[in-house]
């Protein structure tokens, strides 16, 4: 398992027909809501390049495309019904690449959200001056190591060595715990 794909579980935390009850519903400000995972959309940019008119389209896929079913029509006709959370790991983080991705989003939502892990605090402000809302998560990786069974807990990504073998072994990510996603003011 990747830590990605963890967090977007803990975030949702779907109940057995998937309906969500994590903290997405804090995030979004309601339980009424639809969700998708990895949608890919095509986006057109028009743009104006030395006198002439182009049009380039690409393809994107944010994490998490929410749909707030109690909106009115109003919102809905400006596109504000719909949120989309993309979530930042710790493993290889890259502030430009994060913030050229959910740029490209914004050309087609309203209302794009980020969650970055708290060690990268310090560029939350950067994305908030861009217009985004911001969350920091943070949580405990459950390992196991695949020589003997052995779980152990750390906070940080890299694996820990086993207490049972006395070695650095092979760890594998089995789970999180304690994971909280907290609002950048």
Partial sequence: MKI????????????????PMGEIIKIVGTARIEYGLEQSIVYHDFRKIVGVDSIQSDEMSPDIVVTRTESTPE??????HKVVIELETDVDFDFGASLRQVNRYKIQFADVRVIIPSEYGKFAPLYKNEGYRIYLWKTIRKWQCSRCGNETKTVGRIPPRCKKCRKRTEHILVGLGDTHFTEFL
């Fill in 4 to 19: 990605h794909d963890l967090l977007i579980y803990e975030l949702i935390k779907p109940d057995k027909s998937g309906k």
């Fill in 75 to 80: 919102e809905r006709k400006v596109g504000q």
